[in-house]
């Protein structure tokens, strides 16, 4: 088996996570150089992969600025900061396993596609879910036919009013205009997992939704602006940065405290407190300047006449949720993903399919998607056959386009053609 190596530009959270492949897989992956303004994160890299000092680079033109040094890059930055190093990237010849969304503008994905096919490189953007025990197992079903023709798709993506405060109010993913749209910061992987699951191209979209919750005028009386200023409805918000990040039994103890104190490695109480009297997670989640929606509804029709019905929201706990209407038969599966329930119109009978690795959130490692699309992607770049989960960069970015036209017709509040939404870009 040939070992392949790797460049990593944006060693936080994702790329971390892809990057530890390697220590799994040394006979598999080398990481041989690492890009990230961070020092910390630096110093962490070169701990972790052994790089040399002159391989440690401060920014991505650094590291572009040097001969092709591996044979693929890990691009994981921030959604606003893919553009330019994903072309800088391809021009130099690497492929990319290029973490989603592409890019936070269809102009930038546009751009990005077809520079990587006048390439020739292979671009695999990070649709974790393909590569999940879970999709693997509907996909498959799908694809031998015990649904029969698919009609119709009821999909949730419960975002959890947890993760909802942490990432998409306080967090990097509550502004547009620093990120991108939350239809393209949460969900661009259930715009790629429907047409993937379907095996159609999606011609129509509709979407509805709005910043409904999180706003100045639903803060409490006499709430101030920071939760570490002595709020006096601290003991019954369900978001006090307080609870959330200094109380071990949160959810967001582990990763999330990272976050907020902005170490790498696990921070303390102290740390964590005066982050949070300073930085954007003290802030009161009604006095941000978040402006991403907190519910989305998306309607979808595919070339097959297949419909779809998507719901983004904020409100519960958290979990995706599936429900396939097909010809013979229908399946449901359960929110934390550990089984599905198929019926079906000849036996008239009930089947449940227990799904040996689940769980969705990132502290899972997405259901085991972060290790999957890691196999498939040095398996492509091998030249060996990857599983039916990769796609080429077209698709993920006719499925990113989806996601676009979705936002353009919330906003605009129109039915939106794909097609003629593609050509106008």
């Not at 601290?234 to 200094?246: P, V």
Request: hydrophobic residues 35%; negative net charge.
């Amino acid at each position: 088996m040939k070992k392949l190596t790797a460049v990593v530009v944006g060693y936080g959270g994702r790329g971390a996570a892809y990057a530890a492949y390697s220590r799994q897989h040394p006979e598999e992956l080398e990481i041989v150089a690492v890009a990230d303004p961070n020092a910390a994160r630096r110093a962490s890299a070169a701990q972790w992969h052994n790089i040399p000092r002159q391989q440690q680079y401060a920014t991505w033109q650094d590291l572009t600025a040097q001969p092709k040094l591996a044979d693929f890059a890990i691009l994981a930055t921030q959604d606003n900061m893919h553009y330019e190093p994903a072309l800088a990237l391809i021009d130099k010849g690497y492929h990319l396993l290029l973490e989603k969304p592409m890019a936070p503008t269809p102009q930038e994905c546009r751009a990005i596609t077809e520079a990587a096919e006048e390439k020739g490189v292979k671009v695999v953007v990070c649709h974790v879910l393909r590569f999940t025990p879970f999709w693997c197992t509907i996909k498959d079903l799908v694809d031998k036919g015990r649904l029969g023709k698919i009609m119709s798709i009821m999909a949730t993506e419960n975002v959890g009013h947890i993760h909802q405060s942490h990432s998409y109010v306080r967090g990097a993913w509550r502004n547009t205009a620093e990120s991108s749209c939350m239809i393209m910061a949460k969900c661009c992987h259930d715009m790629d997992i429907l047409q993937w699951v379907i095996g159609e191209k999606c011609v129509s979209v509709q979407s509805f939704g709005s910043l409904k919750y999180f706003r100045r005028e639903n803060q409490p009386a006499g709430a101030p602006d920071r939760c570490t200023d002595g709020c006096p409805h601290a003991e019954n918000c369900h978001y006090n940065a307080q609870k959330l990040y200094m109380d071990e039994n949160s959810e967001l103890w582990g990763w999330g405290r990272k976050a907020v104190a902005g170490t790498v490695d696990v921070p303390t109480p102290e740390q964590v407190w005066e982050a949070l009297k300073t930085g954007p997670y003290g802030r009161c989640v009604y006095a941000c300047d978040n402006d991403v929606v907190d519910h989305q509804v998306v309607n979808l029709e595919y070339e097959n006449g297949c419909t779809v019905s998507f719901t983004m929201s904020a409100f519960n706990q958290g979990g995706r949720f599936i429900r396939i209407f097909g010809t013979e038969g229908e399946l449901i599966s359960d929110l934390d993903q550990s089984k599905l329930r198929l019926y079906s119109f000849a036996t008239q009978q009930w089947e449940t399919i227990e799904i040996s690795e689940y769980g969705n959130d990132i502290s899972s490692g997405h259901g085991g998607g972060d290790t999957g699309i890691m196999v498939d992607t040095l398996s492509l770049l091998r030249g060996d056959k990857p599983s039916k989960s990769i796609c080429e960069v077209r698709t993920s970015y006719e499925n990113h386009i989806t996601g676009f036209a979705a936002e353009a017709a919330r906003l605009e509040n129109r039915v939106v053609n794909i097609a003629q939404y593609e050509a106008s870009i």
